[in-house]
């Protein structure tokens, strides 16, 4: 009886040991040599033969155990092909955990806000050119293809103003057409279904407030005086006052492929429809990618009397004056030229 008392209490104490011994050096984090850089697991490669890559590599250090729980829990075996960055410390639990998921690697896109569907065609051909080397003119070509946003825009003629900024992250072989239609979902998947009732409330369609939105983004980089700019450009919508955005008339430069970056004074003279000193109302259509902030300024302005304004040159943060006389944005601007004049001089 002692002895089967003795075997009893010899097999809990074995057991128990190798159960916490397999626990702690699955658990265990370990620091390897490799945390900067990509580690390739073959697509058909057998579990055995992963984790002796992973072992050669050094970022499993208990191979022994890790083999045992695999045999243990053969449903956890299944490990996947993929280009993996394995973080220093790790421990072979969070190496499995990451390898079941699988993951290639992949590269940032990153699109600024303010950019046009030029700037972005240039950026993506450069980044991600297909297999069969894409130009950016063929880039552009695929941006006027407006089946994307037919359900947000009927009347768009390419994907300007549809294409969100933001930060990307896509595989290396990304294609083109992919890239686009990623930053198009995006789009819409910011806009927010209540955002359809704003812009009814205040007498505007989906295609006038991404127009806005896209003046205001080239406006105003200052979050917190969006709304601002917004009410100016309402205020002049209402009393017929030309808009007056030099950004339309960058937007036309870029169109008709001549932007040096200057505005030249043939390019504020030109009879052009973006040209809204010109014109009366909004420009035909968006002339960038405006940001969810953006958007939000459009389809809340802020109630002003304000139809002007002029870059804040005592703050010099991108921030403006806001004026409701011509008399007082005769001031503001000319304190504004002489402030650029001691720059240029300088």
């Known amino acids: 009886m002692k002895f089967i ?184 998947s910011i806009w927010q279904p209540e955002w359809d009732d704003l812009a009814k409330k205040i007498g505007k369609s989906k295609r006038e407030i991404v127009i806005i939105a896209s003046l205001i983004e080239n406006e105003s980089k200052v979050d917190a005086e969006r709304k601002l700019v917004a009410s100016v450009i309402y205020n002049r919508l209402e009393r017929g006052i030309p808009l007056g955005i030099d950004a339309t008339n960058v937007y036309i430069a870029k169109l008709l492929g001549r932007w040096d970056g200057v505005i030249h004074k043939s390019d504020v003279e030109i009879d052009h429809p973006y040209n809204t000193r010109k014109v009366y109302g909004l420009p035909p259509g968006p002339i960038s990618s405006a940001s969810k902030s953006a958007i939000e300024a459009a389809l809340n302005p802020a109630k002003t009397d304000y139809l002007y304004y002029v870059l804040n040159v005592e703050k010099n943060d991108g921030s403006h004056h806001f004026y409701a006389t011509a008399s007082g944005f005769s001031k503001g601007k000319a304190a504004y030229q002489r402030w650029l004049a001691r720059q240029r001089g300088g």
């Open 5 to 188: 008392h003795r075997l009893f209490l010899y097999t809990v104490l074995v057991t128990g040991g190798f159960a916490f011994w397999l626990y702690s050096s699955l658990h265990s984090p370990a620091v390897h040599p490799h945390a900067e850089q990509y580690i390739t697991i073959e697509q058909g490669m057998a579990s055995y033969r992963i984790l002796e890559l992973l072992e050669e590599q050094q970022v499993i250090q208990e191979p022994l155990a890790t083999k045992i729980y695999l045999r243990l829990f053969p449903e956890n075996a299944k490990l996947e092909a993929g280009d993996y960055v394995f973080p220093s410390p790790i421990s072979p639990m969070e190496v499995l955990n990451l390898l079941k998921n699988g993951k290639r690697r992949t590269k940032a896109l990153t699109i600024p806000e303010g950019w046009t569907r030029f700037e972005i065609a240039k950026r993506v051909a450069n980044q991600f050119p297909g297999e069969t080397q894409v130009s950016e003119k063929e880039v552009l070509k695929m941006m006027d293809d407006v089946r994307l946003i037919r359900d947000l825009d009927p009347k768009a003629n390419n994907l300007e103003g549809y294409l969100y900024p933001t930060t990307y992250q896509f595989e290396l072989d990304e294609d083109p057409q992919s890239v686009i239609n990623k930053m198009v979902r995006q789009f819409k």
